[in-house]
């Protein structure tokens, strides 16, 4: 049977054909964040697509790339800014932009334990870039999401159990558990892949170590059980560690707390490839909130893409998406099942509200220092719709004028229906006396860049440019034929990106 035919007996082919039709009319936003005083925190970029007339509140979705990817790869491959379109939620593509340690380029650092704690490295970036999307467009607090593929998955499942307190839920596709080794993920180059794992007893000891909320965070697993890179039992390794730690017996098993299994859906191309959908709630029945949910499947290896690694490790984007790299459009239709499983878990498990005050910071941001000055915060003023000004809380505490460097202050506001809003403030503590930027601008191959002093050899076995102020991957370290622009900061340190103080 023609696959039309088949998703049409199934009543899928409308859905397919809304799919098809969404216009993509919203706004795409380019933000800097600045790296701040706690360990780890780097600079990075990130996007910002708005759908065209959203209602405020609106859900926020933030999407973390793969490695070798960007934010610009999300953007243009995954079918997610139609599913925004369509549904009316803010989606958030943060590029990791540079990074520390031993890694493929690109990829979040989910292994390193410096970047898997709150407080600390890439998941406290992460929910510091979405308060400060928070600022700029109204975000219904109890709908707040993440989602990643592969290292940007593993990355998103960090980010849920380092700030249970902030996510509503996360979806991650061909991703890990929290707490693995690098040696998890498949490096042979084979299929089928081989790794290792930690025990599920181990996983859940150090979600329960990390977590400081006891919101049970639901959980979508996405995954390809014919993936050469991110192997099974990875999926299910996820699976039940979120269940040893948020279920209650006899409901902390898969086999207690399953609900619900049927086929998938939306599905692109004609074929769901065994597709799977599962549902392990709080007490075993299909009217409860789930705790977890798996879609597994039998997807083929290879992608149209030729710059694809033919491993099964992919984002299935639906019509929408796009042949890219590491994603590919036919099969079960991640945007549509992500996003359902999204809106049927807000934080609250309630309707979502109605409103939410509006913080509007007093003053510039940032707001500069002079180093040994007195640091005196202009605050900040609330308006609720309902309720009209409302008494904001400050917390600058961080905030250290006798050190330079930069730091924050945080606003929060309550109405009377319990609707909270927060916003920040960048404070940048600055010694006028020490050496200022260049702000020297040079393009160059990443080989010439290595001979003048400007990179440095890096990333898998030394192969990679990387820039010496922010290690940004400008590419092989051998290659005199493609050319990268590089910005000078201070003397010396120069960046794939310009530095803040040369965008004044």
Known sequence: MHWTGRLARLGIAPLLALLCTTAIAGTTHSFSFHAESYPGSRDRQYKVYVPEDLAAPAPLVMALHGCQQTNDDVLRDWGLTAAAERHGF????????????????????????????????????????????????????ARRYITGLSSGGAMAAVAATTHNEYWAAAAVAAALPYGEDAASVSLSGRCPGTATFHSVTRVAADMRAELDDPFPIPLM??????????????????RDAQLRVFGRPPYDTPAGARAVRRPCSPVSGGDDYGCLHTLYTADGTAASRSLVETVFYNGPLATPNPNDTDHGHYWIGGAEGNEGRWSTRDGPVYPEIVW??????????????????RITLIGPDPLRVELGSSFVDPGASVEDGEDGALAVSADCSAVDPGHAGRYSCTYRATDSDGHSAVALRTVEVIDSAAPQPSCTVVRAAPASHILAGRAVNGGWFGLRALATGDAADIGYAWDFWFTVTLYEGLPGQWYAWVPAACRE
């Open 340 to 357: 359902d499983f999204f809106a049927r878990h807000p934080r609250d498990a309630s309707a979502p509200p109605a409103g939410q005050p």
């Open 90 to 141: 803010v989606l958030v593509a943060p590029f990791i932009t540079s990074y520390d340690g031993l890694r493929n380029p690109n990829c979040w650092g989910f292994w390193f334990d410096g970047h898997r704690h709150e407080g600390r490295g890439e998941p406290e970036d992460l929910r510091r870039i979405a308060q400060a999307v928070e600022t700029r467009f109204a975000v219904d607090p």
């Open 221 to 238: 697993v996405l995954q390809n059980e014919r993936d050469c890179s991110v192997v099974q039992p990875a999926g299910h390794n996820l």
